[in-house]
């Protein structure tokens, strides 16, 4: 069954860069669809971005200026960078993984808090 | 932007009893594009249903999803303690995908 995994720091001070990464074990990142969805604290839940495996991105219009997903398939491994965060960007960054580009999200990483504060 | 407005806000409700939340739709949605995710406190979310009446993989019967266009049904038939939690409806057709603000269930 395939995991997926977030990491990044958890820190980020205001107008920096939030990097985060996604690995993904248990199955390979190709023939799969690869979203970033995050969830403000006590907050509802918002779609990012997703990425083919063969690197075609489509970006929520809300973050598009400031974001950037890619995927290394060498590494199983997918990435996210939001630049200029406000406190306004602190959240639960989820990965989560789709069959196709209108599919549902059906296996979900278990989230990492990312909290932007100087 | 699809906005999908979710009601009750919350439902307070006994195990035993049965469930129904809703999901309204800002404009149609093809049912095929159409899911409900549960939520716990601290975990991340579950599907639940997708293509509005399909149940994910080891999901039980009791789980039910209807509706077509603009509006959506989730059912629980009989609710169980485990089932107590936060339901977001999503739809997935058009971009940007958009979620419902949730209805959270609670125990009654």
């Known amino acids: 069954q395939v995991q997926l995994q977030e990491s990044g720091p958890g820190l980020v001070k205001p107008s920096e860069t939030l990097s985060l990464t996604c690995s993904v074990s248990?199955?390979?990142?190709?023939?799969?669809?690869w979203s970033w969805i995050r969830q403000p604290p006590g907050k509802g839940l918002e779609w990012i971005a997703y990425?083919?495996?063969?690197?075609?991105?489509n970006y929520n219009p809300s973050l598009k200026s400031r974001v950037t997903i890619s995927v290394d398939t060498s590494k199983n491994q997918l990435s996210l960078k939001l630049t200029s965060v406000t406190a306004a960007d602190t959240a639960v960054f989820y990965c989560?993984?789709?069959?196709?580009?209108?599919?549902?999200?059906?296996?979900w990483g278990q989230g990492t808090l990312v909290t932007v504060s100087s | 932007e699809i906005v999908l407005t979710q009601s009750p806000g919350a439902l307070s409700l006994s195990p035993g009893e049965r469930a129904t939340l809703s999901c309204r739709a800002s404009?149609?949605?093809?049912?095929?594009?159409l899911g409900w995710y549960q939520q716990k406190p601290g975990q991340a979310p579950r599907l639940l249903i997708y293509?509005?009446?399909s149940r994910a993989t080891g999901i039980p019967d009791r789980f039910s999803g209807s509706g077509s266009g603009t509006d959506f049904t989730l059912s629980i038939s009989r609710l169980e303690p485990e089932d107590f939690a936060v339901y977001y409806c999503?739809?997935?057709?058009?971009?940007?995908?958009?979620f419902g603000q949730g209805t959270k269930l609670e125990i009654k």
């Open positions: 990425i083919s495996h063969s690197g075609s991105p």
């Open positions: 293509g509005a009446s």
């Open positions: 989560a993984r789709a069959r196709g580009a209108r599919s549902s999200f059906d296996s």
């Open positions: 404009q149609s949605v093809s049912s095929t594009y």
């Open positions: 999503q739809q997935y057709g058009s971009s940007p995908y958009t």
């Open positions: 248990g199955g390979s990142i190709s023939g799969y669809y």
